[in-house]
């Protein structure tokens, strides 16, 4: 399909970011930005004209050289470039908090971009070169407030499409192509597509960007620049984006119907009393990838969840420390006290529990069965194993699931981030207490989203996994080894002992035996 031809020539226009504002007090007229604050005298109205034209209206460079020389009434030659020298510091202060855009003379613009960072400048030339372009592998197209907008988590500019033709300008540069083949396809002739291509180009939205990034996925590199501060300028942070408009989930989830277990609790006494220093734990701690000719016990499963993921209270809502709603505290933190992560258990062979898939009630301390359909259970099992390299079924699988809701109806852009964060420390206090009591653990880096949702029943838009654990009674081969023999090319750095004499330990108590004295 060809295009409307346009062959007039192509120009800048330039006008204040909308999330700017002028403020004027003090003698001065100071625009405020994300990136600062930028002040001229309110006598200097060369310059205060200029901002306020920036501040309603596209304007082309040449059109504030003419505003600011009338409005200064510069006549001799060293007036007008002292005037225009004055003008150009200030558009170098406010550098990114201007947008710029890119279209046919005369005309609203096609493209736009937005700064994203305040250290990078955006300087458009034209496309000069004669070699086939792309747009970036790592380049997304979405629709933002209306229009489209091109960006990726490597660029520090995001651009808008505001023109059909650009629109498809953007959709050929899928695949390499040459300026004159874009000029064929799109009906624009190549001076055009060289302003269009070296807009994309300066925003580093094009493959000659790519090398420099060929490790990352576009989605993992976006999520990463999306949920930190630093390069983005979408709302962040507790922002309470739904506060007025649906009250928060509750902070613990309600039991879904079905067979419950009654789960043994642990005595605090009683762990006090036996339980390892946790010198001993977090130095012996380790990965076991098997398990025990013995299966786990349902009191060691019950044990080990209530000192991972019980809930210990609910408290709020405390509106004089901007918490409108229920916080949870379990034995891991959480942002916000959000309390946002479930436990799925998939048991294979725990004595005293049948073969089913059971949601851990975590205010009743018992097991609910969600799941019993064989097949559906050793899918999830399978997987596990897979994700380990093929290694035993374990005795049960915890899945860490996360209700989105209880972080993002407090968070803007860091909720998937924040529940990330906190599978990670469920992890390595699921790590400790099974080290503490003596049981197999694995902490998985993958799981079926799309399974694990069919087997416990969730909407995965709501509620999904977020982390898999594998547990299981210990072996003989891990009860007290060394746990760097067998390792390739193992060196040692910093008292990579301690790891070895605190499994020994901890084996001997166990065992209620002596460890064996280490040598001198």
């Not at 006494?269 to 013995?294: I, K, N």
Request: with cysteine; glycine share 10%; charged share 20%.
């Amino acid at each position: 399909m060809t295009l409307t031809q346009s062959t007039r020539p192509y120009e800048r226009l330039l006008r204040l970011d909308p999330s700017s504002r002028l403020t004027s007090g003090g003698g001065q007229l100071a625009l405020w930005s994300r990136f600062g604050r930028v002040a001229v005298g309110e006598r200097d109205r060369p310059m205060v004209a200029v901002l306020q034209a920036l501040a309603t209206t596209e304007v082309t460079p040449t059109d504030l050289e003419r505003l600011a020389l009338a409005t200064a009434g510069a006549t001799a030659t060293d007036d007008e470039i002292a005037v225009l020298a004055r003008l150009h510091w200030l558009l170098d202060r406010i550098g990114n908090a201007l947008e710029q855009q890119i279209g046919p003379a005369g005309e609203p613009g096609w493209l736009r971009v937005t700064a994203l960072t305040g250290d990078l400048r955006f300087t458009h030339r034209p496309y000069t070169g004669n070699a086939p372009v792309a747009l970036s592998r790592l380049a997304l197209l979405r629709r933002r407030d209306g229009r489209m907008v091109v960006e990726s988590g490597l660029a520090p500019f995001r651009v808008g499409v505001l023109h059909e033709q650009a629109l498809a300008l953007v959709g050929a540069l899928a695949e390499p192509r040459t300026v004159a083949d874009l000029a064929a396809r799109l009906g624009l002739d190549e001076t055009a597509i060289r302003h269009l291509v070296g807009f994309l180009a300066a925003a580093q939205l094009t493959d000659a960007v790519d090398p420099a990034a060929d490790q990352w996925d576009p989605h993992e590199l976006y999520f990463h620049s999306r949920s930190r501060c630093g390069r983005t300028d979408e709302s962040f942070g507790a922002t309470f984006p739904f506060v007025d408009v649906r009250p928060p989930l509750p902070p613990v989830k309600p039991a879904p119907a079905g067979p419950a277990v009654v789960l043994p609790r642990p005595d605090f006494d009683a762990l006090r009393a036996t339980d390892p220093p946790l010198v001993l734990v977090q130095e012996a701690r380790r990965s076991v990838r098997g398990f025990g000719v013995e299966p786990m016990t349902l009191a060691q499963l019950g044990e080990f969840l209530y000192r991972v993921g019980r809930v210990r209270s609910v408290y709020g809502p405390d509106h004089d420390n901007r918490m409108p709603y229920e916080g949870v505290d379990r034995p891991y933190p959480t942002g916000g006290a959000s309390g946002d992560l479930e436990i799925y258990v998939t048991a294979h062979r725990v004595a005293g529990l049948p073969r089913a898939a059971y949601h851990y009630d975590a205010w009743e301390h018992r097991l609910v069965q969600v799941c019993d359909d064989p097949t559906l259970i050793q899918g999830l099992l399978a997987g596990a194993a897979q994700a380990t390299g093929g290694t035993p079924t374990p005795d049960a699988l915890i899945t860490f699931t996360s209700r989105f809701g209880r972080l993002t109806w407090k968070y803007d852009a860091m909720g998937y981030a924040a529940t990330l964060k906190h599978v990670g420390v469920a992890y390595q206090t699921a790590y400790l207490v099974a080290t503490a009591m003596g049981l197999a653990p694995c902490g998985l880096g993958s799981g079926d989203a799309h399974l694990s949702a069919r087997v416990f029943g969730l909407d995965w838009q709501v509620e999904s996994s977020v982390g898999e654990f594998m547990l299981g009674s210990l072996p003989r081969w891990a009860d007290g080894t060394d746990p760097h023999q067998g390792r390739t090319n193992w060196r040692g750095a910093n008292d990579p002992d301690w790891a070895r004499r605190a499994g020994r330990l901890l084996s001997a108590a166990r065992h209620d035996r002596v460890a064996p004295e280490e040598p001198s």
